[in-house]
């Protein structure tokens, strides 16, 4: 969702910038990518380390009430569209593929990007406060193969992140990357593309067709 079909990745870094002054530090660029996609818990940890707070001080529950708080005041302003988002989820829709939602975003925030995403588009939404472990780690994504019933090799991710990126491959899911905030590495199971704006179904299908072998050669990379 973020970063991938909303351009709201912007307004997290605004919010985690400004939750590392609650703490005392300024956000650097290593911090802040290092938070890119991460779920709520993890990011949150990452401010902690870099502010040096030590565990039996740090106000978890209060600390994130404050950044959800901080960040649905933003959503609640408006959020923008990734460059050819809106059209390609039309296009997966008029295909008759269903599609799932799955970030790290907690249900409070994801509800209200919803009204901007159409809620209607997807079978189900996974969010990050419904696994037991967000992005990077597979859950998000086991879970969103199980809930349409395929297997994940099945499925096809589109991501944005890198911790998003890991959490798709490390589920089995072929996964298309569409780097926005942060470089993505090369790795097994993924191909990149600059955008979604142009994007066909000939090119949804040869994402994934692209990453299982017997099909086309497995590791090509779509620049396009």
Known sequence: MDGTLLDSEPLWDVA???????????????????????????????????????????????????????????????????????????????????????????????DVALETLDATRFVATVCGDEVALGKPHPDPYLRAASLVGLRPDQCLAVEDSPAGTAAATAAGCPTLVIPSAAPVPQGSLRSFRRSLVGLTIADVVDAWTGQHPGHLPAGRDMQR
């Open 16 to 110: 985690m910038a400004d939750l590392a002054l609650r703490h005392g530090i300024t956000m650097s660029p290593a911090l802040r990518e290092s938070t890119l996609g991460n779920a709520l818990p993890d990011a949150l940890s990452k401010v902690y380390a870099a502010a040096r707070i030590p565990a039996a001080e740090q106000d978890r529950a209060g600390d994130e009430r404050w950044l959800l708080d901080h960040v649905a005041a933003m959503f609640d302003k408006g959020l923008p569209w990734r460059p050819g988002a809106d059209a390609a989820l039309e296009l997966v829709r008029s295909a008759g593929l269903p599609m799932v939602l799955v970030t790290n975003t907690v249900r409070e925030l994801t």
